[in-house]
Structures are given as structure tokens and as C-alpha cells.
């Protein structure tokens, strides 16, 4: 290929793509001629075969045409060079193949299982299939969130937990900061008058519903806000296609949800690049042995409900994020809460296992009622439940 440049032909032959996929990626703005001959021919280079690359990596990877945009042009804002997007790439990839692998040993599971054990074991692939639209499903809707956190005001504690959160940001006036999956805003709600003058605050979530609620429950602060000139903002945000301006935030706060996060180094790498010089990322999660007791109560129940630990949290918890966090920072500190719970109200602990994403409300909607009877005879015998929480935070600087 001693050619300065190539004809559309020759780029879709070098590639092994059929000349109408490079016309398309043309007119959808993704891969641009370097130039045009006299009499019409697209011209391409070598900066041309690369960008394609990229393209039909991410289209295969599974990101829409819109997401493939923003991710090149997030890349491209950012000045990557090769070798950075490589890697990037390579760690989608690596996410990919656990994830295929995951399937295979279940279809496996499923071919060596008895005709009895083989349905639990398909429902197991279908929600692997699924997980990403379970998870939105789930936490999009207000009404679900709050079902988990209810179960959360049983706490030993007598700090709240998002009380613990705020205590460590330890903002200072004038700062910007963004938050990362804000849910309903139950961080700032009632802690707006702490706010320090001057704040520039960024909420974000990928459920535009999620976000609207948050608006809504932070409006009747906004004169209040005003007087102290801070200002917040709203955007929808995806933290799986994350694209941020380079060094334009003093505090990122990721407060229990990257393990939601399926492009999650990409992320991380995205949310460093993000951060000014002295910034600080705010990651919480939980640990292997959290809400332990209430797992088990619903395994003896019935074993086919999907435990959001074993699959959901279980790629970034307290004992295996360091090494991930470890890659894109250079100081990493984690702090764990001091918080057990304590529950006598069989609604509030039947409301959150319902919440669970996956298949608990499928099961539920016909097996409801012997799960709530099964928790209001636990707690005439004992008075209470029991429930351990391994929760924690890591903070982390460049």
C-alpha cells in the first residue's frame, strides 16, 4: 500500500465491507473522505482505514450509531492517541468475553441439568441476556428506588448513609462538581443549606424520568440556591458512552452505581481525564458479604430468584474495585460505614426484595403472598431481622 490515498472501493475492499457500508458511514457523518477527486471519487488515507477500524469495532461491540458518534467524537476532544484507544478497546472487549463466557458455562449448566433443574437454569441465560434492560427497568422508575431505600432507614447508625456520602466530599465554595447517577437527588435534598457559596453543581442520570424527579425535588430550594449563587444543572447521561470535557471538575461523585456500568473502564478513564489537576472521584459500593442474611431468606424461599449480588454488584465490590480504580488514579483511599440494619416491618423488607432486578417481581407477582407470610412468621418469632451492610466508598486522586 504504497498509495497516498484510496478510492471508496479499495478503503471497503482493505476492510472486507461491502462499498454501500462505506458510502452509509459517509452520510452519517461518521467517516468523512479526506477528499474529493475532480470528478467526484471520495478519497481516503490511512487515518481513514484506523477510524474505520474503530467504527466497526464499537458497531460490533454493540454501541449505536449515535452512541459510535459520541464515543469518536469524545476521543477525538480528548486528543487519544492509538495506543490509548486500543487499550480502551481491548478492555471492552475483555468485558465481553466475560460476559460470553458467563453464557456458555450457563448453556452448559443447562445441556448436563435434569428436565426439572433445566428451566431454572434457561431462566439463569435469560436474565445474563437481559441484565443491562432489567437493570434500566428497575432504577428508571422513582417508585423502585424508593422501595430499595426504605429498607435503608432501619439503620443501626445515626449517621444516614448519604449523610456519610456528603460528610467526605467536603466541598469548598466555588467548586464544580458532577455527580454521576443522581437518582431522585436524595444526596442534596436535605443538605442544600450546606452547600458552599459559589457551587457549580452537575446532576446526571440516564433515566430522563429519574432526572425529572430530581428537578422536582429540588425546586423548592432554588431561591434559596440563588442567593448563594449556586447553580445546578441537569443532564441525561450515560455513563457507558461517558463523554466529558478534559479537566473541568473538582469532585466526580459515583455514589453506588458503577457496578452498573458495563463499559466501566472506559468510565473510569473518562471520569480521570475529567477531573482538574487537584480533583477527587467519590466511588461507593458494596461489599461481598452485604444484606448477606436476606439473601439467603430469599435463596431458601426460592432458589430461582436472581440475587443482585451474585451477578449485578458483584463486577465492582469493596474487595475487587481497588485494582480498577487503581489503573486510572494513582492514590486510592477506601473508607467503610459502620451500618447494620435492623428491620420489623415485613413490607419494607418483602418491598425490597421485590426491587431486586431481575426476575424477583415475575416470581413474586405469583408467589407474593407465601414470601410476605414466610417474613411476618420470621419476625413473630424473632421480633426483628437482622441485616448486615458492607458499604464503603473509595476516594481517588490523580
Known sequence: MNKQYYTAGEIARIAGVSLRTIRFYDTKGLLP????????????????????????????????????????AAQEADSLNQETILAQQKSLLLERKKQLELLISTIELAQ?????????????????????????????????????????????????????????????????????????????????????????????????????QTRHNLAPYEKELASRRIRIEYQVLDANTLELPAASYDRIVANHMLYHVEHRDACLAAIARALTPKGTFYCSTVGDTHMQQLHELVIAFDPRIEIPSQNLTETFHLENARPQLTKHFAHVERQDQDNDLIVDDP??????????????????????????????????????????KSTGMFICRK
Open 33 to 72: 473522505p479526506i477528499s474529493h477527486s475532480e470528478n467526484g471519487y471520495r478519497h481516503y488515507d490511512k487515518s481513514s482505514v484506523t477510524l474505520l477500524q474503530r467504527i466497526l469495532m464499537l458497531k460490533y461491540l454493540g454501541f449505536s450509531l449515535e452512541q459510535i458518534q459520541q464515543l469518536i
Open 112 to 212: 448436563h441439568s435434569c428436565e426439572e433443574d433445566k428451566w431454572q437454569v434457561l431462566v439463569r441465560c435469560l436474565n445474563l441476556l437481559t441484565r443491562e434492560e432489567k437493570v434500566l427497568e428497575q432504577y428508571q422508575n422513582p417508585e423502585n428506588l424508593n422501595r430499595r431505600i426504605n429498607i435503608h432507614t432501619y439503620s443501626t447508625s445515626s449517621q444516614s448513609w448519604m449523610e456519610w456520602v456528603y460528610e467526605r466530599l467536603a466541598l469548598q465554595p466555588g467548586e464544580t462538581v458532577l455527580e454521576l447517577g443522581c437518582g431522585t437527588g436524595l444526596l442534596w435534598m436535605e443538605r442544600t443549606h450546606l452547600l458552599p457559596e459559589g457551587l457549580q453543581l452537575i446532576l446526571t442520570d440516564r433515566s430522563k424520568e429519574m432526572l425529572e
Open 347 to 388: 413490607q419494607a423488607i418483602y418491598d425490597y426484595i421485590y426491587s431486586y432486578p431481575g426476575n424477583a417481581s415475575l416470581i413474586l407477582e405469583q408467589r407474593g403472598p407465601e414470601l410476605l407470610k414466610m417474613i411476618q412468621d420470621k419476625l413473630s418469632r424473632e421480633g426483628a431481622m437482622f441485616i448486615h
